[in-house]
């Protein structure tokens, strides 16, 4: 089976994590210069729902009322500016416009800027770090179209990046490609198993012996709904310490059975930054792309078109 990913993957952005200076104050911050000749690799998708709701730059800076932003639409929280305004009918009409352009260009994951009302997923408000109301507006409808959710402030770190990055690699490969018979989904489940359970080990593992449990007659719809929960195992966050114990247990693998070797490699406690975290786990990756080994850790190979 072909484990590289050749189109170009589509990213949607908050505009103003793009460098769009739209924020409520007229600001904004370039996060992609943080990828820096990376951030060729895709192509981009700005938006921001208070510009498209018509509010403009500057405007008063809003905050959701009476619930968060799966009640707002349902009808159970509203939209208001410092003012005390209700500008909820102004909001969702910016939220849709926005929603139906992702949709136009196709896009395979969102890099949300975290703590605003209408973009915040996990949390509504940048003050002291308090949650807030999350989701806020636009960020009930990314989680209702299960799109592959980045957090802006996440590409400042090369390891959370790389993860990321990976990761989504995984999801639009797995997304794109056509399953139709019960030896497919085998042939994937081999090749992302891995990845999957160092993201969620105790699902996964349930989710293997499901899989080995199938048969050739198989129904169609029971296949799709298993690519589904895959889909959804690669969205989940991971954290530093799994991906250095995988990082490890991945790469001595690759030692023992292909004799991929690469000296930077360290195990799980030995203590270092994360710059040279990410430094061995690109090393590693390469190395494996380079030998053509799959890489339980990163098992697909992004080389996009330019």
């Known amino acids: ?14 505009a103003c994590m793009y460098g769009a ?21 895709f192509l981009w998708t700005p938006v921001c729902p208070e510009v498209m709701s018509g509010m403009g730059v500057p405007r008063p800076p809003i905050k959701l009322v009476g619930g968060n932003g799966i009640d707002f639409w349902d009808g159970g929280a509203q939209i208001k500016n410092r003012h005390g305004r209700n500008v909820s009918s102004m909001m969702r009409a910016g939220a849709k416009a926005c929603m139906e352009t992702l949709e136009r260009a196709d896009v395979d994951a969102y890099i949300f800027m975290e703590g605003s009302p209408s973009c915040g997923v996990y949390r509504t408000t940048l003050k002291n770090q308090r949650l807030g109301k999350p989701p806020g507006v636009f960020g009930a409808l990314l989680l209702k179209k ?9 590409l400042q770190s090369p390891v959370k990046w790389w993860d990321w990055r990976r990761r989504l690699t995984a999801f639009t490969w797995l997304k794109r490609r056509d399953i139709d018979t019960v030896s497919d989904l085998f042939e ?40 589904i929960e ?3 195992l690669l969205r989940r966050p991971s954290d530093a310490k799994r991906v250095k114990q995988w990082l490890w247990k991945n790469y001595t693998h690759l030692k023992k059975i292909h004799g ?3 000296e930077k490699v360290c195990p ?33 190979d992004y080389r996009p078109s330019r």
């Open 188 to 227: 994937i489940w081999h090749t992302l198993k891995f990845l999957c359970q160092e993201i969620d080990e105790k699902s996964s593992r349930e989710l293997g012996h499901r899989i080995a449990s199938f048969s050739k007659v198989t129904s169609l719809q029971e296949i799709n709904r298993i690519r």
């Open 268 to 300: 799980p406690e030995t203590l270092r930054n994360m710059t040279h975290i990410a430094e061995e786990m690109l090393a590693v990756e390469l190395e494996a792309r380079r030998e053509e080994k799959l890489f339980g850790s990163s098992p697909i």
């Open 1 to 14: 089976m072909e484990h590289t990913l050749t189109d170009r993957m589509k990213i949607g952005i908050s």
């Open 230 to 232: 895959i889909l959804e």
């Open 21 to 41: 200076k739209v924020r409520y104050n007229a600001k904004g911050w370039d996060m992609l210069g943080y990828l820096k000749r990376e951030r060729a690799n």
């Open 146 to 154: 299960e799109i592959f959710l980045i957090p802006a402030a996440d």
């Open 260 to 262: 991929v070797e690469v």
